[in-house]
Nanobody, 127 residues
Framework: QVHLVESGGGLVQAGGSLRLSCAASGGTFRSAAMGWFRQAPGKEREFVGAISRSGEITNYADSVKGRFTIYRDNAKNTAYLQMNSLQPEDTADYYC????????????????????WGQGTQVTVSS
């Protein structure tokens, strides 16, 4: 059982940056591929990006590509989402998710692939 806790959300002006953290406990972080998702008010949850278990492979939604970066520190059992050039349309609750996998280089974009989810952290971008 993996327990995930996100942090780092808040209010930022358009063009600003935030770094979200996802701290994992209770399982083997190194065995998990990680994903970030977001859900804006009145909208469905959407894929933001993902990182493989090894940390070598990443993938991003087109809407955030070039602005957001996912990385992980397996020694700290933590995944990160660095968000730059934030825009009002990035306003949402952000969730990290974990999928335990044997495959070190696989990434997963579907929310249904993930067994474990954090509680979310709110990001608000003002114009």
């Amino acid at each position: 059982q993996v327990h995930l806790v996100e942090s780092g959300g808040g209010l930022v002006q358009a063009g600003g940056s935030l770094r979200l953290s996802c701290a994992a406990s209770g399982g083997t972080f190194r065995s998990a591929a990680m994903g970030w998702f977001r859900q804006a008010p009145g909208k469905e949850r959407e894929f933001v990006g993902a990182i493989s278990r090894s940390g070598e492979i990443t993938n991003y939604a087109d809407s955030v590509k070039g602005r957001f970066t996912i990385y992980r520190d397996n020694a700290k059992n933590t995944a990160y989402l660095q968000m730059n050039s934030l825009q009002p349309e990035d306003t949402a609750d952000y969730y990290c998710a974990a999928h335990e996998t044997y495959f070190s280089s696989m990434i997963y974009a579907a929310a249904g692939s993930y067994e474990y989810w954090g509680q979310g952290t709110q990001v608000t971008v003002s114009s």
